[in-house]
C-alpha cells in the first residue's frame, strides 16, 4: 500500500514535530511554515490525501483556504489550534474541516486524529454523494413528471400512455426516460 501523502502547513513552528511524528507512522510529508505559501495552490500542486494545518487561530483567509480546498481537491483538512472560541469553532465547522484539534498536538495522539478525521471525511463524502444522487433522481422524476403532462396535454394521453410514449422515445434514441424528458420539456418551451 502506497503511504498517504500529508501537506503539513505551520504558523506555530511544530511542523518539526508533526513531520517526524508522521514519517514515523509511514506517511510521505511535506512540510512548510504557513506564512511562506499559498496554500491553495500547493494544494493544487502536490494533491496531497491529507492537509494538516498548524495554526493559532483560523483566520478569514485561513477558512477561506479550507472552502476552497474542499471544493477544488476533496481532501481531509485537519487543524490544530490554540483558539477555542465558539464563534471559531463555528467557521471552522462551516468551512469544512475534519477534525479541529484545540491545544492537542501531542505526538502519541496524531495518528489516531489522523485516523479519525479520514474515516469522518470519507463517511461525509458518502453522505455528499448520496445526497446529489438523490437530489439528481428527484430533479429526474420531475422532468419526467412535467414531460407526462405535456404528453397528456398535447397529444391527449392519460398519464400511462404518457409513461409509455416517454419510455419508448428514450428507448428509440438509447438515452435515459430524464434525458427525454428533458428534450420533451425543451421542445414544449420552444414551442409556445
Do not use: W
Request: proline share 3%.
Amino acid at each position: 500500500m502506497q503511504a498517504l501523502k500529508v501537506l503539513i502547513a505551520d504558523e506555530i513552528q511544530g511542523e518539526k514535530l508533526l513531520e517526524k511524528t508522521l514519517k514515523k507512522h509511514g506517511f510521505e510529508t511535506a512540510c512548510l511554515p504557513f506564512d511562506t505559501i499559498d496554500l491553495n495552490s500547493l494544494v493544487l500542486n502536490l494533491l496531497p490525501d491529507i492537509v494538516v494545518l498548524n495554526v493559532y487561530t483560523p483566520t478569514p483567509k485561513i477558512l477561506d483556504a479550507i472552502l476552497t480546498i474542499n471544493q477544488s481537491h476533496s481532501a481531509p483538512v485537519i487543524l490544530f489550534a490554540e483558539d477555542q472560541d465558539s464563534d471559531t469553532i463555528d467557521k471552522v465547522i462551516k468551512a469544512g474541516v475534519s477534525a479541529y484539534i484545540v491545544d492537542g498536538l501531542d505526538p502519541k495522539r496524531i495518528k489516531t486524529i489522523i485516523d479519525i478525521a479520514v474515516a469522518r471525511f470519507k463517511e461525509q463524502n458518502a453522505i455528499k454523494e448520496e445526497l446529489k444522487k438523490t437530489k439528481s433522481q428527484l430533479e429526474e422524476r420531475k422532468a419526467v413528471d412535467r414531460a407526462k403532462g405535456i404528453l397528456m396535454k398535447s397529444q391527449g394521453f392519460d398519464e400511462a400512455q404518457a409513461y409509455h410514449a416517454l419510455r419508448k422515445l428514450a428507448m428509440d434514441r438509447n438515452i435515459s426516460i430524464g434525458e427525454m424528458a428533458k428534450n420533451v420539456i425543451s421542445m414544449a418551451d420552444l414551442l409556445k
